[in-house]
């Protein structure tokens, strides 16, 4: 049975990565989690520079969903690479660094830093962050901004390039479009969806920053309709997410037409999930006699 | 690379039984030797409400007391819930043979002080819960411990039995003064304070709410005690993965910064605490 599935240059041993922000840096992990097991460890969003992030409550619990706005704090770039990768490259983690900016200077920088260092697999270019004014989202919620962003990393960088999409726009695939177009090599989506939840006892916002980004089961079927379409808009393969929390999610996604899956929530309610989504799929695999994971992509049947 | 003092386990734990103390407060005695083997006092764990996708969180708990057999081995724990919300909620109607997911231990213990050092720990309602596994370690390493204890009434203070049983000296306060000292359980920590005998020496603990933590962090400042304080934040995962639980502390520079509170608390040095 092969599971492996190819992005870009990059192959992965099994379709399944951790979403971005859902994983710290990985390590936080590593005493529960085979981090080789993974296709792909994708770690928190990197500036070139440390940031502090909202103040708490950075969260708020939705039905069947989260809605999160933690202001994207990190370490910033060099301190990552000092600190975390030698461990990341010791345990046999594929990593992929989400790279953020607010600027496209500091896309191209951190893609660049990253670019010369040993065991990073590939970028994650987050132009849709919804939670802070300069986390990209400037970038992901305009075609011309996102073609730009693009063409400028792809100059700077070989690695395999995957930018994140957001939802929060009218048509997702026409920026799936603008990525491919500017040497994209895959697009991954989707973000969290804005939202917002109110206190009514206090009239206030349930977190600090008001508004914030709505994960979880709860918007599972949106991001399945989003990944169709864009798996239908681009040759490039499509790293879909959103609310995945079983392999029968997993197979869902695959076969609406993403390439891999990310697996962001579910992470936080089960962090020992990722053997059991594994097996779910071979076992899927078994009983459909598939041979090859990457059989299972784009194969939705409209039965007309 | 981060390190648990033991890597956490997640089981589907029985429930044992649930005791509801009041119409908000409830004792759920869960079956997880193995996490309660490790458990150290301070530490916390996830717990999964309910089965589904709703509530979808799991809901972070100071383990509260180590249930032991006849022979004296860990056999399970238990957590001290407040029902605030729909997932605290189904804990207080738990019943004894459901199951529910438990995610532990987690988090940074208290330090345990020995003789001569006193350890006093100051508790505000349901900030009693992780003080019942510290008394425990601190007879154990025989210091001397004293709680102060505050809630809204006597209604809202439990375990004053269980204590006292173990030899704490209780010194309590309610705000409608239906029991100890009418007031913030702060005021007869501060007298204590002052009265002490000259050269003792003691640790300060707190839990509970925010405004009580702080002002326990600065009578320590002021009376050059120690402190260890436990926060309480919303949590997302309790294992460093979605960052929603930071706590602003000074590193050793002065600088402040935010930590997650699940990997580098729930208990901090008071004096690194940065009051918000």
């Known amino acids: 049975m092969d599971l492996s599935v190819r992005i870009g240059s990059l192959v992965l041993k099994n379709p399944l990565m951790s979403a971005s922000g859902c994983f710290g840096y990985g390590l936080e992990y590593a005493g529960i989690v085979d981090l080789s097991s993974l296709g792909a460890v994708v770690v928190k969003g990197l500036f070139l520079k440390e940031r502090e992030g909202h103040p708490p409550p950075r969260i708020v619990e939705t039905p069947s969903g989260m809605l999160n706005a933690i202001g994207l704090q990190g370490i910033g770039v060099h301190r990552f690479v000092r600190e975390k990768m030698p461990e990341l490259r010791r345990l046999g983690a594929v990593v992929i660094v989400n790279v953020c900016g607010s600027s496209i200077e500091e896309y191209v920088e951190v893609s660049r830093i990253l670019s010369d260092v040993e065991g990073v697999a590939a970028l994650e270019l987050n132009i849709s962050c919804p939670n802070i004014k300069e986390g990209g989202i400037q970038f992901g919620c305009n075609l011309a901004s996102t073609a730009e962003v693009v063409a400028a990393v792809r100059k700077a960088t070989a690695l395999p390039l995957i930018p994140k999409l957001t939802p929060n726009v009218t048509s997702v695939s026409s920026f799936a479009r603008a990525a491919e177009e500017n040497g994209a090599d895959a697009v991954s989506l989707v973000n969290t969806f804005l939202a917002m939840v109110v206190d009514v006892e206090t009239r206030r916002p349930a977190i600090s920053n008001g508004m914030g980004g709505l994960s979880g089961p709860a918007i599972r079927p949106i991001a399945v309709r989003m990944v169709y379409e864009c798996a239908n808009a681009v040759r490039i393969p499509v790293v879909g997410m959103g609310g995945i929390g079983s392999a029968r999610d997993v197979l869902e996604f695959m076969i609406a037409g993403a390439t891999a899956v990310q697996v962001g929530t579910a992470n936080f309610v089960d962090p020992f999930i990722w053997p059991r989504l594994q097996a779910g799929i071979e076992d899927y695999m078994t009983r459909h006699g598939v041979a090859r994971a990457a059989d299972l992509v784009g194969t939705l049947d409209f039965g007309r | ?17 649930n005791t509801h103390l009041s119409a908000d407060y409830n004792v759920l005695r869960l079956e997880a030797p193995a996490i309660a083997a490790d458990c150290l006092p301070g530490q916390f764990v996830m717990i999964r409400t309910a089965p589904g996708t709703d509530p979808l ?5 100071s383990v509260f007391e180590i249930l032991r057999d006849a022979e004296g081995t860990p056999a399970g724990l238990s957590v001290l ?5 729909p997932g605290t909620t189904r804990l207080y109607d738990a019943a004894a043979g459901d199951r529910l ?24 309602g349901v900030g009693l819960a992780p003080f019942a596994t510290l008394t425990e370690a601190l007879r154990a390493a025989g210091a001397p411990a004293r709680l102060f204890y505050g809630g809204r009434s006597r209604a809202d203070l439990f375990y004053l039995d269980w204590f006292g049983s173990r030899g704490v000296t209780l010194d309590l306060a309610t705000e409608d003064g239906s029991l100890g000292a009418r007031g913030r359980v702060t005021a007869p920590l501060e007298e204590a304070l002052r009265a002490r005998a000259a050269g003792s020496r003691v640790m300060l603990y707190a839990c509970g709410p925010e405004l009580m933590l ?7 400042r002021s009376y050059g005690c120690p402190s260890e304080i436990s926060t309480e934040r919303i949590m997302g995962c309790g294992l460093g993965g979605c960052y929603s639980c930071v706590v602003r502390v000074r590193d050793s520079e002065g600088t402040p910064h935010f930590v997650r509170s699940c990997l580098n608390g729930p208990v901090f040095n008071g004096d690194d605490l940065v009051w918000e």
């Open chain 2, 81 to 85: 819930c407040k029902r605030i919300g």
């Open chain 2, 214 to 220: 702080k002002a326990v962090a600065d009578l320590a």
């Open chain 2, 101 to 124: 997911a438990v995610l532990g231990p987690l988090g940074k213990p208290f330090s345990v002080v020995s003789p001569p050092v006193e350890a006093w720990m100051v508790a505000g």
């Open chain 2, 1 to 17: 690379m981060y390190t648990f003092p033991m890597p956490p386990l997640d089981v589907p734990a029985l429930v044992l039984g």
């Open chain 2, 57 to 61: 969180l799991r809901r972070p708990f």
